[in-house]
């Protein structure tokens, strides 16, 4: 049965492909209704037909369109090519829309046995980084001359959350040069990729505990500067209807840039520093103050409730008379003290809040993680940049409206005003 599926599949494929060569090279040949006239004014003259390979997803066609000359200026142009989306590139259009979901998917080694073997295409790996690398840097520049405003009429938003959080990916060592690395004197093995995302809220389940509404979670990402990124960042909550949310929430790790990023642009919004976070740092300063396990959960227990004044009081009692751990030690308190309106744990549940979404955590691991970083993997900061533009369009079910806005934007270029 399967040598049978096989055969008839490839014959069907070969069909398909000749008679998409023949319609190519119907519409790319013959008269022009309109003629055809050069950005310099004058009107180009038809130079004959010339052949184009190209790959499908029936396979590699070749068809012939007419070439045009400019006797003024000798610039030269295949209208067909144009027309058709396949100008200076030897992709169809619906190669290159797989070649970039495969490539934001996978290693682009495993996007080419992926597109072979499910796709029966065959394109190189080097092709589909070229072709992901450019639709990613276009979906952002794409992003950026759109007004950041909801599609469309938005329902009620009860709470929207806003989360932003750093993760390391490794670059090539090019890229590293005048960065640090993550501890003072040791030398930088990656660089940070921030994301970001926003969800809402709409209500509790029967114990009391937020519920994140289905299906509405979005992603930005950039390495990039905590400035840009506030921006970045700032604008998806205006996509997804920050000014019409009744409340808004900041989740952070409490770390300082990001405290600025929530004064800077999300002004009236309520700070949770995320649980997750302030436990970490939490182990962190028991480690340093060498809490006994047995003695551990009341202070945990501290940090669940709110109860900030009395672990900041205790871990005070415990603090080294001097030394590096004592130094150390109280820089965490510190981050504590700092953060005490932001750790407020009991009062935000009560008000069926989430204190620790989790969310962030796993948006690092699928849209940063899973892609970027692989064993063997080492990016430039521009090819990393440009995959994550994808894979956030793609995670945030925006891939397909973005692509044919492009693909729109591109016939429009391209209409050549006739005379
Ligand atoms: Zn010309």
């Not at 044919?404 to 006739?418: G, H, K, T």
Request: charged share 25%; with cysteine; proline share 4%.
């Amino acid at each position: 049965m399967e040598a049978w599926e096989q055969t008839v599949l490839q014959a069907s494929l070969g069909a398909g492909a000749a008679a998409l060569g023949a319609i190519l090279s119907a519409l790319g040949g013959g008269r022009r209704k309109e003629p055809l006239v050069c950005s310099c004014g004058a009107r180009m003259h038809s130079a004959g037909l010339r052949s184009k390979r190209v790959v499908t997803v029936l396979g590699e066609i070749a068809f012939s369109r007419s070439l045009f000359i400019c006797p003024n200026c000798g610039n030269a142009c295949f209208p067909a090519d144009q027309a058709l989306d396949m100008e200076r590139t030897g992709f169809s259009p619906g190669v290159r829309r797989l070649m970039a979901r495969a490539g934001a998917s996978r290693s682009f080694g495993h996007a080419e046995e992926d597109l072979r073997i499910f796709a029966h295409i065959d394109v190189d790996r080097r092709d589909i980084e070229r072709v992901a690398e450019a639709l990613g840097a276009q979906i952002e520049e794409l992003q950026a001359r759109t007004p950041a405003a909801p599609l469309g009429e938005l329902p009620p938003i009860p709470v929207l959350y806003v989360e932003y959080d750093g993760t390391a990916a490794p670059m090539r060592k090019g890229e590293l040069a005048g960065h640090k690395g993550k501890q003072p004197g040791t030398d930088p093995k990656g660089r940070e990729v921030k994301l970001g995302c926003v969800f809402t809220q709409s209500g509790c389940d029967e114990d009391g505990y937020a519920v994140r509404d289905e299906g509405s979670t979005t992603y930005v990402a950039g390495i990039e500067s905590s400035s840009f990124f506030g921006e970045r960042i700032y604008n998806e909550a205006l996509r997804r209807g920050i000014e019409q949310a009744a409340r808004v929430v900041v989740l952070t790790d409490g770390a300082a840039y990001n405290r600025t990023i929530k004064d800077v642009h999300f002004h009236g919004a309520l700070h949770i520093v995320d649980l997750y976070h302030a436990g970490e740092h939490l182990t962190a300063l028991m480690d340093l103050l060498r809490i006994a396990p047995s003695d551990r959960k009341k202070w945990l227990d501290w940090l669940d409730g709110g109860r900030i004044d009395a672990l900041a009081a205790e871990a005070k009692q415990h603090l080294p008379s001097r030394g590096k751990r004592r130094k150390e030690a109280k820089r965490e308190i510190n981050f504590f003290m700092k953060n005490e309106k932001r750790m407020q744990y009991a009062e935000f549940r009560r008000q069926g809040l989430f204190v620790g979404s989790g969310v962030i955590e796993a948006g690092c691991r699928t849209a940063v993680g899973t892609r970027c970083k692989q064993s063997g993997m080492f990016w430039s900061v521009r090819g990393a940049h440009a995959i994550l533009q994808l894979r956030c369009c793609i995670l945030s079910g925006r891939f397909d409206a973005a692509w044919e806005d492009l693909a729109c934007d591109r016939r429009v270029q391209c209409e050549v005003p006739a005379a």
